[in-house]
């Protein structure tokens, strides 16, 4: 399979796998087994796909991000950028499948797998607008999975500005 394609099915994992979590996130530890074994296999083509990218770069051409109908292009930076993703997302998502079963633990794995799959475009695409929303994305997905919940009498407003 080539490089290209490689991307384009870990963002496809990365989405499905986090729709599917966000179906079942009343059922904790079964969203968290598919958050963490689609983030996985995710993880695992983009290590793949990185290492083609550097072993081979003669094979390297531009194409399409299926998923959202953007022109990609993998080149060196950008392969060791998949590699770096790939490489930290493989153990939070194995990681993701037993932290689900902990009782007091939301269940996070639209989040997680959004972020990933965010990142994962915002290194491909050729287009700057596009960088930029997937850079957003995962600025709002970090901010919810990092942020403690807002005291009872803060409401809206720090929905907003993030402070109370």
């Not at 983030?39 to 072993?55: D, F, N, P």
């Not at 109908?69 to 998949?82: K, Q, S």
């Not at 037993?98 to 990933?116: D, E, F, I, T, Y």
């Not at 491909?124 to 901010?143: F, Y």
Request: glycine share 10%.
């Amino acid at each position: 399979m080539s490089v290209i394609g490689l991307v384009n099915q870990a963002v496809t994992w990365y989405a499905a796998s986090a729709v599917l979590a966000f179906v079942f996130a009343m059922r904790k530890p079964l969203s968290g087994a598919i958050a963490g074994i689609g983030g996985a296999v995710a993880s695992a083509m983009l290590v793949v796909a990185g290492g083609a990218a550097l072993l081979m770069p003669d094979r390297i051409h531009g194409g399409m991000l299926q998923f959202l109908h953007l022109t990609m292009r993998v080149g060196g930076v950008n392969a060791l950028w998949l590699l770096a993703i790939g490489l930290s997302a493989l153990p939070v998502s194995l990681f993701n499948i037993s932290w689900h079963r902990h009782p007091q633990v939301k269940a996070n794995g639209l989040l997680v797998n959004l972020l990933l799959a965010a990142a994962t475009c915002a290194v491909v695409v050729t287009n700057i607008g596009s960088l930029v929303v997937m850079a957003e994305i995962m600025a709002l997905c970090a901010a919810f999975l990092t942020a403690a919940p807002p005291p009872v009498s803060c409401g809206l407003p720090w929905a907003v500005s993030a402070r109370c």
